[in-house]
């Protein structure tokens, strides 16, 4: 049965932040009785050695002393030895959960062994039991950690869950009333493997299994950030790897120059174009094109997944010229260059063809760029309804 009680409203509102204040850090300092101190400073009064009550003005001394206390205890809170557990369990419970998606997504998984005794649906249950007791250990972990940018992750990843709970059912998973999964074996047994497949597709970036591994990428890039709510918070993100957009707009430079192009005088004196330099420079190009897609899969910016999509319609649209020069996409989109129709096609035109198709997603790759290593891990918050927000777009807010 699907989950009927939206948890992640409940489970996300401990963890959104909003301005400088964090109702996470108001209970935390009033469960550590700092609030109680304050208020026994205020209102109680304060006797001297003569047994007379001290005047107004020595009381507001005495509760500013305190409040000053209370201020540094909310900036540096105390982390008791449950809470770094919980804070040590979710860190390495977020590879671990990461490494099992990876085998729901990969192809062995879904193939029988080649010794005929192990089957693809022993492999798929034994597979999602993993995922399950995992996924349940970073809930779990989440909900007693201070760690808020991982726990905003696994809040957007519970999200995911229950966008995909529906789908999720289907293979007999079901979503319990505090967030963690409870897996049917029977009904997962009798499920067509091909729909578990689908639904943790690594070739689909929208997939419900690489939205959770991307959320459990941007979760794992926060591992290392100090042990403590506020602090946590006032850590400066972690810098966003090289991706491979920043190389393939260096690539389409250098395609779309003149230099490249020019040619050179051979031992007759003839001359003719450098194809080896100019095949180097198209094969870096197929090569940096196919990482951004890879490093796409671990993005969910908004911004890189439309630039994305315009720069995967503007390739399709070039298909037949790109097919002369030896270049083939594949089922996930990725260019393949055949090197040797590569050298035998007119330069003239390849460099004809590059200036139109490489000016035409320039400013794509670009933006695409732009968003992985400045937005990427731009302040993201979640609504007061409790779905995850990213700036700038409305419209892919529904998305997730």
Known sequence: MVMSYNYFNSFSGLFGNSGSTNWYSDWSSIRNGSYKKLMKSYYSNVVDSSGSSTTASA??????????????????????????????NLTSGISSLKSSVSTLQSEKTYTDSEDGKTTAADKVVSAMKDYVSKYNDVVSSAKKSTLTRQTSHVAAMMKASETNAGKLSDIGVTINRDGTLQLNESKLKAADLSKVQELFSSDNVMSYGST?????GFAGASSNTVQSAQKDDETKEDEVE???????KTDIEKLTSESLFEKI???????????????????SFAGN?????????SSFNSGVMSNLTQIRGKTAQ????????GFSI???GKLKLDEDTFKKADMSEVQKFFKNYGSSIATNVSL????????ANASNSYTPNGSYYVPGNSAFDAAI
């Not at 959770?212 to 459990?216: D, I, T």
């Open 59 to 88: 009381r507001r001394a005495s509760s500013g002393n305190i409040l000053d206390k209370i201020l540094e205890e909310k900036k540096y809170p105390k982390v008791s030895e449950q809470v770094q557990e919980a804070n040590s």
């Open 212 to 216: 959770v591994k991307s959320r459990l």
């Open 242 to 248: 090289y991706t491979g957009a920043s190389g393939l």
């Open 265 to 283: 005088k051979d031992e007759d004196g003839s001359e003719k174009y450098d194809i080896d330099k100019i095949l180097e420079a198209a094969k």
């Open 289 to 297: 094109y196919n990482r951004m897609l890879d490093d796409a899969k």
């Open 318 to 325: 070039y298909k037949n010229t790109l097919e002369q020069f």
């Open 330 to 332: 594949d089922g996930s």
């Open 368 to 375: 695409v760029n732009y968003y992985m290593t400045t937005q």
